[in-house]
């Protein structure tokens, strides 16, 4: 599926990791500590916004999950939740269909909840026994603004028109609060 | 914490609202000028803008002013941070941009060793801890101008923390009143620019240009020991000072290379700090110091209007994602006990070497400078305070025999004043150090007087492409050396004029200015007064 706006490395495989079959979701080092370790992400934030943007797709007509996880009475997301949401990623949560994708996906993704990872530091990077490489100061790369400007849809003298996709604050506060259970 | 109270710290402001954040009374009063460009709370109370100063009240309470400020310089360096695309202020839009910054799918991070070693070096000269293990993260936001949607920068673990800035400040009337304050430094951290936005109102759209998107950023954040805005803006000149001797950053504002946040509230002394505001990008030295006061003087008369500051940057600050870089490995440094054998030179930071390899900071030059040819302080901050200035005098000393005193006078005075009056600057001077240096000579032979001098230097500043010795020369500015034809024009003016004569014997010693007057005035100003009163002496007293 496509995601769109801020396809990041992490993001893109943490949504196609969860819109997988799988209920456990694997790294490297998973191998090496045996089947029921898992290493857990600083905060279920993180998580929780991968959520989001899977729901992104979800919410756009695609197709939902097929969740295996029960809603386990994490509770509903109440409507200031969805406006906060809706400030951070600036999606447009426009149906109940919505709403509830995202509940299930929150409830999907609480199962890590239930990995034990006392005394486990938290992975932030599987790079993390890497060498961080330096580049030296050299000029070698720019002058393409042709073929740059060439994935704009829109153009005006070498500057990148921005694309209206943004909801500006006022447009949001000027919405109606989606009115859910 | 209290801010600290002082008592006079901005002496002489030019917009004269009551005195704020700088420990003399803070009353209300309406704000002057205006508005800056950040964000602010609401305010209640329309003001009619007003020139006085009001008198302080007696009884009424006083005001502490609390600012803290973040500031952003651009790295000089070739390429940016994490691509190898070329960092210069004025180019073709879209030109300096490689894959990576314009955030195509595929592209990675590649850390930029200059930028690292530049950070490193400000966090030595601000007297920092230097992290031997710092972090990069994401800071998401959605802005056009923000390709990625999100900001690689080093919130968790920076690559300096918990130093400190020495700045100085003025405390009475006097230049020589001068009080050294320091503010801590909080944390240096390497983090991205962004590309520029440029909003077409006409057609109602936003141009985006990315050639600043992926330059590298140093951000120093400092902690609020600041408490007005004369100091705030003395901190970011010194902190300027630095990154330009360490050649770190250029810290131009004009041009966007040096960007201050500013933090401001206001408190009672002895209360608990109050709600900040934030005042985004000033990016003018002489605009900072006026829009902080401006707002701490807005937040005064709120509170004593009884309302309340609000806070909207605050409320959108803690919604901004942050996520560990995953593209980046830490970062490792090293120092020479550390340093793994047989590691690429090109591969490892050696903190040590780095350390070493400091170029003097502006606080030890202006030390130096008293030092060395014993001038004032205040005019080895001036020296520093021009760029190119210091260069300029070291030349010109370097060149000549004058007295180091000399030099810095004519230097300060009389080059630096010719230079203002025409909005100069010290590479645009048409005399040069050597130039200078000659006349300098001239004048410590004794071979033209001070006078005559000024007037070379005049006649210099036009760049006719004359030396100062032929100029000299054409102008017959010459001293009278010969000493038999001033004794006899001394004995023929004293003949002359006999009252006058006995108006000195009588005892009116000003009588003598007069008789030198008129020995000048024969002289056609060539002889050198001091002379002159002593051959009179002589003559008067045989």
Not at chain 1, 67 to 91: C, F, M, N, Y
Not at chain 1, 106 to 120: K, S
Not at chain 2, 189 to 214: F, P, V, W
């Amino acid at each position: 599926m496509s995601v769109q706006a801020s396809p990041t490395l992490f993001m893109a495989s943490a949504s196609a990791a969860v819109a997988a079959l799988s209920d456990v979701i694997t790294f490297k080092r998973v191998a090496r500590l045996g089947e029921d370790a898992l290493r857990r992400p600083t905060g279920s934030e993180m998580w929780a916004r991968a959520v989001h943007l899977c729901l992104r797709a979800a919410a756009r007509g695609r197709r939902g999950f097929t969740s295996k996880a029960d809603p386990q009475g994490s509770g509903r997301v109440t409507g200031e939740l969805i406006q906060h949401l809706e400030r951070l990623s600036l999606v447009d949560f426009g149906s109940q269909e919505a709403v509830a994708r995202l509940e299930k996906a929150i409830a999907f993704a609480d199962r890590l909840r239930a990995v034990n990872t006392d005394g486990v530091e938290p992975m932030e990077s599987v790079l993390e026994d890497r060498c961080l490489y330096l580049r030296s100061d050299n000029v070698v790369e720019g002058n393409c603004a042709e073929e740059l400007l060439q994935n704009s849809h829109r153009v005006v003298e070498e500057y990148f028109v921005a694309p209206p996709g943004n909801i500006s604050w006022s447009k949001l506060d000027e919405k109606q609060p989606f009115p859910h259970h | 914490m209290a801010a600290p109270m002082l008592r006079w710290c901005c002496p002489g402001r030019r917009f004269a609202f009551a005195r704020v954040g700088c420990g003399s009374c803070h009353r209300r009063g309406p704000p002057t000028g205006s508005t800056s460009n950040g964000k602010r709370g609401q305010s209640t109370v329309a003001q009619q803008p007003h020139i006085t100063a009001q008198k302080p009240r007696k009884g009424e309470r006083e005001w502490a002013a609390v600012v803290g400020l973040e500031i952003h310089a651009q790295i000089a360096s070739n390429s940016k941070l994490f691509s190898g695309s070329q960092v210069h202020f004025a180019a073709p839009p879209n030109s300096l941009v490689s894959f990576f910054d314009a955030s195509l799918p595929g592209t990675l991070p590649v850390l930029n060793r200059r930028c690292v070693e530049a950070a490193v070096m400000t966090g030595l000269a601000l007297d920092c801890h230097i992290n031997r293990k710092s972090l990069f993260d994401r800071k998401h936001y959605f802005y056009a101008d923000l390709p990625a949607g999100y900001q690689i920068t080093q919130q968790r673990l920076p690559i300096a923390v918990n130093g400190s800035l020495a700045y100085s400040v003025s405390v009475g009337r006097k230049p020589s009143q001068m009080v050294t304050r320091t503010v801590r430094v909080k944390q240096i951290q390497l983090e991205q620019d962004s590309g520029k936005s440029l909003h077409d109102d006409l057609r109602s759209q936003t141009l985006i240009d990315l050639n600043r998107a992926g330059i590298g950023l140093l951000e120093v954040v400092l902690e609020p020991d600041m408490s007005c805005g004369e100091e705030a803006a003395t901190a970011v000149r010194e902190l300027q000072l630095i990154l330009q001797a360490l050649g770190t950053s250029q810290a131009n504002m004009a041009e966007g290379q040096l960007r201050v946040d500013a933090n401001i509230s206001v408190h009672r002394p002895g209360e608990p700090l109050g709600v900040r505001t934030e005042v985004k990008n000033l990016n003018s030295a002489r605009f900072l110091a006026r829009a902080i006061d401006y707002e701490i003087q807005r937040q005064i008369n709120e509170l004593e209007n009884g309302g309340e500051i609000l806070n909207e940057t605050r409320s959108f600050d803690y919604k901004l994602g942050f996520m560990p870089e995953p593209n980046l490995p830490p970062l490792l440094l090293y120092d020479s006990g550390s340093l793994p054998p047989g590691a690429d030179p090109q591969q490892v930071i050696d903190i040590d070497r780095l350390r070493e390899r400091l170029p003097e900071l502006p606080r030890v030059t202006r030390e130096r400078l008293v030092r060395q040819y014993g001038m004032l302080p205040e005019h080895s901050c001036a020296l520093l305070n021009e760029v190119g200035l210091l260069e300029f005098f070291q030349s010109v000393i370097k060149e000549t025999r004058a007295e180091p005193k000399k030099v810095t006078s004519w230097v300060l005075n009389t080059f630096l004043g010719f230079l203002k009056q025409q909005n100069l600057a010290v590479s645009e001077s048409p005399v040069t150090p050597s130039a200078l240096a000659e006349l300098l000579d001239l004048l410590d032979r004794k071979a033209i007087s001070s006078s005559a001098a000024k007037q070379v230097f005049e006649e210099l500043w036009r760049n006719e492409g004359k030396t100062p010795a032929q100029i000299v020369a054409e102008k017959k500015l010459e001293l009278l050396q010969d000493l038999e034809a001033l004794e006899q024009l001394c004995r023929s003016t004293l003949e002359a004029h006999p009252h006058v004569v006995m108006d000195l014997k009588r005892g009116n010693p000003r009588a003598i200015n007069k008789l030198i007057g008129l020995v000048r005035k024969a002289t056609l100003g060539r002889a050198d007064p001091t002379a002159i009163k002593e051959v009179l002496e002589r003559q008067l007293s045989s």
